[in-house]
């Protein structure tokens, strides 16, 4: 920090331990990373003292339960390069279920939704709201559906924040965020 003072929860950030902030920190991030290992460890890495019940639990929240009961042994599924037996989607799904896990009380999404069909968006958008319920949320998203039910939105030009309000306020504004909107609508 160069000037001024971050706060979180109105804490002066350099006052607290840099693990504590990343624990109550979750990412959902557009590229999602999983490793060598099962289903189920990949999703308890969010928490790893999680019990089999929590992980299945965090699963049904991210709408990634049904596609993992299909799987031959379901939570014990191994997965491989970076989960490259898993589609796009339920890889997001995962990232989803171990942001769950973890239940942080900070969630940032980055582009969660940005690389994914429209089916598996409409999994995904019910799974984030449950996940998003009750948290502070960041979320970073060009497709406006994945924000339309936030409490405020930004929309940030190159010279900064450039509209802000509800889905509804912004769409009455006609500006930026109204253009880019129905143009998603009409594509």
Do not use: W
Not at 8 to 21: Q, S
Not at 63 to 74: C, E, K, M, V, Y
Not at 163 to 176: D, I, V, Y
């Amino acid at each position: 920090i160069q000037d001024g003072v971050i706060t979180y929860d109105g804490i002066d950030i350099t006052k607290i331990k840099k693990a504590d902030l990343r624990r109550s920190l979750g990412f959902v991030l557009q590229d999602t990373h999983l490793f060598t290992g099962t289903i189920e460890d990949n999703i308890r890495y969010g928490r790893l003292n999680a019990s089999e019940a929590d992980v299945v639990e965090a699963a049904k929240i991210a709408n990634a339960h049904s596609f993992i009961r299909r799987l031959p042994d379901g939570y014990k599924t191994k997965l491989s390069g970076d989960g490259s037996n898993l589609s796009q989607g339920q890889r997001q799904l995962l990232a989803i279920a171990r942001a769950a896990v973890a239940s942080p009380p900070v969630l940032v999404l980055d582009e969660a939704t940005s690389s994914i069909d429209a089916k598996t968006e409409r999994l995904l958008q019910e799974g984030l709201q449950a996940l998003l319920k009750g948290r502070t949320s960041f979320i970073i998203a060009h497709r406006l559906s994945t924000i339309k039910n936030c409490d405020r939105i930004l929309y940030i030009s190159n010279k900064g924040i450039a509209e802000m309000g509800t889905h509804e306020e912004l769409l009455r504004q006609e500006g930026n965020y109204y253009h880019l909107y129905t143009a998603q609508l009409e594509s």
